[in-house]
């Protein structure tokens, strides 16, 4: 996995929140990563983690699953300060969307419109994943 990381650019790997963002922003060439709230962002979150009073869903199950004893052994990490500095690099992953698909139902374009049997959008029905909406007023 470190090799794969090492090797991909999806893996941006940094030391610090503003690295990070700066890392961020270099592929897109935009600059919708704020190096101050992500820094801010990150730091909450360490102190939720630290304390044990936040409510991230990820943290709890680690949490709970370390409390499990079938799951300790497997090796549940305990969840730390994402800012320690001797805990590594920060190193987030570009996530990109491969595949879109429907298991049925109505079809509906990329912008969530629905089609009829000859795709063309049908008009005031929109739709998302769990539920059908009308536009029309």
Do not use: C, N
């Not at 079809?107 to 089609?115: Q, T």
């Amino acid at each position: 996995m470190e090799r794969f990381a090492e090797l991909s650019p999806e893996f941006l790997w940094a030391r610090t929140p503003e690295e990070l963002a700066a890392r961020m922003k270099a592929p897109t060439g935009t600059s919708r990563i704020d190096a101050r709230a992500l820094t801010s962002t990150i730091a909450a979150r360490d102190r939720r983690v630290l304390t044990g009073l936040g409510k991230d869903l990820q943290v709890m199950a680690a949490t709970v699953a370390r409390r499990y004893v079938v799951d300790r052994p497997i090796g549940v990490a305990r969840p730390a300060a994402l800012l320690d500095p001797h805990d590594g690099p920060l190193l987030p992953v570009r996530l990109s969307v491969l595949t879109r698909k429907t298991l049925g139902g109505l079809a509906m374009d990329l912008d969530g419109r629905v089609l009829d049997p000859e795709g063309t959008p049908v008009s005031g029905l929109a739709a998302g994943r769990d539920m059908i909406t009308s536009t029309a007023g």
